[in-house]
Structure formats: C-alpha cells, structure tokens
C-alpha cells in the first residue's frame, strides 16, 4: 500500500503544478532574501517547469529563479511551459556546457546578490523547502547550508569509501560534513567568492563530480557545512514518470566515480583534515588553489 500511495500523491503534486503552470498568474518570485538557480537538458527540459512551480509555490518565494541552459535554440524559443514562467518572473540564461556545476558556476560568476541556493531539475519541493534554508542562513550565515548532509565516516586511518558514509544529523561543525545537492544548497556570499578563487580546476578531475568539488573548496577554505534539521525525509519528492533516470549519481555512487574523484581531487592535508576531523591540519603555507583559507 505505501508504493501505491507514494504513486498516487506523485500522480496528485504533478498533475497539480502542471495545472499551476497552466492557469496560474501569479509569480514565483517574492521577497525572500536568495536567488535559486538551477539547470536542466535534453528530455527534462520537457518537465522542469514542475520543479521550478514547486519552488514559486513556496512560502517564501526568492529574488529570483534562473535556470541556465547549454542549448541557446532553447533559451531563444523555449518550450510553451517555459515560457509562461519567463512571463511570472523566471530567467532563462545561456551557459557553457559545464555539467552538473551549470546549476552555480554561471550564476557565481555573474555575482548574484545575497546567498546563493541551487536546487535539482528532477524533483519536488515542499513549501517550506527556501523557507527553513533561509531560517538556517540567519543562525548561520557564514556556513554552506543544505538540507541533506552526509558525514565522511573514516577506518583504520583512511575515508570510507563514498556508499558507506553516514548522514549529519547534528549541527556540530566538522570537515567531514558533505552537502549533497538533490535536497537544496545554500551558499553565502562568502563561499561564492571562494568559488570564483577556485577557478575551474573541476574540469580536469571533476567535471561530473560538482558536490566533491564544492566540498573540497569549503574544506580548503575552512567553511562549515552544517544540515538543515526538521525537514520530513520524504518532503523532496522525485519527478515521476519523466524516464530522465539519475544516470550521474548512479555513475557517481554505485560505478564508485566519486571516490576516484575524492583520491585526485583532495590533496594530503585535506585527508588529514578529514581523518582527523581538524581543520588545524590542512597547511597553510601550501599555495592554495582556491584563495586563502577563512
């Protein structure tokens, strides 16, 4: 009975934004203090639109929303879906073709205001999804912000291989915690900068790895990466039906991509960082690739 009801609830919120989309004028931006970004390709372009309602449906609705896309044709003749929102407050925006980091390099590099929060283009979120991010930002505003943090666990003097890692559940700073970004990411303006020191050192060995990258820049800078609590586990809903798949994480977890990514990406202070949870190992004298720590 639980597989049939979580169906029939997907079937009720995507045929309800669907009908937002269709009829509904009003816009789904507001007041709250973030821009969110994201991106999308191929066939999800066709269903985005739900995500991107989910979010306008908030009860804080953000500055502004922009989705960048890889496919100019598209941001000049986008899909009757698109457009709709483009007339209540969405921003289509070119981009190079970037992977996964299309959802924040483009949008740090054109120096957005405020915080900066990305979100997936295959999922649901529940109204107070922005709502609880920004809560957490004012408690917190020098920390990167997620609403789904795992904790690099560590054996026998080494990290753990990625599938085995444990999920934050206490907002007790440590340089193993790791955002992951289906659930929503909130980045202060501080770790944007940081991001733009970084460069684009993610192309040679991280290209379709963003949240390792994002983490090894946050470490290396000495950025707590703190969970948002109280949200219900199933409140992020996948997009159902759309046969996108989740390719990437599946090369990314089970084909063990990440790990390979974490062996050439973290140098030997930051392993030392994490084995020993100290953030005092990382070396300071070492030129850093991504600016000075913080």
């Given at each position: 009975?639980?597989?049939?009801?979580?169906?029939?609830r997907?079937?009720?919120?995507q045929?309800?934004?669907?009908?937002?989309?269709?009829?509904?004028?009003?816009?789904?931006?507001?007041?709250?203090?973030?821009?969110?970004?994201?991106?999308?390709?191929?066939?999800?372009?066709?269903?985005?639109?739900?995500?991107?309602?989910?979010?306008?449906?908030?009860?804080?609705?953000?500055?502004?929303?922009?989705?960048?896309?890889?496919?100019?044709?598209?941001?000049?003749?986008p899909?009757?879906?698109?457009?709709?929102?483009?007339?209540?407050?969405?921003?289509?925006?070119?981009?190079?073709?970037?992977?996964?980091?299309?959802?924040?390099?483009?949008?740090?590099?054109?120096?957005?205001?405020?915080?900066?929060?990305?979100?997936?283009?295959?999922?649901?979120?529940?109204?107070?999804?922005?709502?609880?991010?920004?809560?957490?930002h004012?408690?917190?505003?020098?920390?990167?912000?997620?609403?789904?943090?795992?904790?690099?666990?560590?054996?026998?003097?080494?990290?753990?291989?990625?599938?085995?890692?444990?999920?934050?559940?206490?907002?007790?700073?440590t340089p193993?915690?790791?955002?992951t970004?289906?659930?929503?990411?909130?980045?202060?303006?501080?770790?944007?900068?940081?991001?733009?020191d970084?460069?684009?050192?993610?192309?040679?060995?991280?290209?379709?790895?963003?949240?390792?990258?994002?983490?090894?820049?946050?470490?290396?800078?000495?950025?707590?990466?703190?969970?948002?609590?109280?949200?219900?586990?199933?409140?992020?809903?996948?997009?159902?039906?759309?046969?996108?798949?989740?390719?990437?994480?599946?090369?990314?977890?089970?084909?063990?991509?990440?790990?390979?990514?974490?062996?050439?990406?973290?140098?030997?202070?930051?392993?030392?960082?994490?084995?020993?949870?100290?953030?005092?190992?990382?070396?300071?004298?070492?030129?850093?690739?991504?600016?000075?720590?913080?």
């Open positions: 009975m639980t597989v049939i009801r979580t169906l029939v997907a079937i009720a919120d045929t309800a934004f669907a009908l937002r989309n269709r009829w509904s004028r009003r816009l789904i931006t507001g007041d709250g203090d973030a821009t969110v970004s994201l991106t999308t390709f191929g066939r999800r372009i066709r269903w985005v639109h739900l995500t991107i309602e989910s979010v306008g449906a908030g009860r804080v609705r953000p500055r502004r929303v922009v989705l960048w896309l890889d496919d100019a044709s598209v941001v000049d003749q899909p009757r879906s698109l457009r709709r929102l483009v007339r209540r407050g969405l921003e289509l925006r070119s981009t190079d073709d970037i992977g996964p980091h299309k959802k924040y390099q483009p949008a740090i590099r054109a120096r957005v205001d405020g915080p900066l929060v990305t979100c997936d283009d295959d999922v649901l979120y529940p109204t107070q999804w922005l709502e609880m991010l920004l809560l957490a004012s408690e917190h505003p020098h920390a990167v912000l997620a609403h789904r943090v795992n904790r690099i666990t560590v054996s026998d003097g080494a990290i753990r291989p990625y599938d085995r890692w444990a999920r934050a559940a206490d907002l007790v700073p193993r915690n790791f955002a970004g289906v659930k929503g990411v909130l980045y202060p303006e501080q770790m944007q900068r940081y991001l733009i970084a460069g684009e050192g993610f192309r040679t060995d991280a290209m379709f790895a963003d949240d390792i990258w994002l983490h090894h820049v946050a470490l290396r800078n000495r950025v707590s990466v703190l969970p948002v609590l109280g949200l219900p586990v199933d409140a992020v809903r996948s997009v159902r039906f759309t046969r996108s798949g989740r390719a990437l994480a599946i090369e990314n977890v089970d084909g063990g991509r990440n790990d390979r990514v974490i062996r050439a990406v973290y140098g030997p202070d930051e392993h030392r960082a994490i084995v020993a949870d100290d953030w005092t190992q990382l070396d300071e004298n070492a030129q850093h690739p991504v600016g000075e720590p913080a």
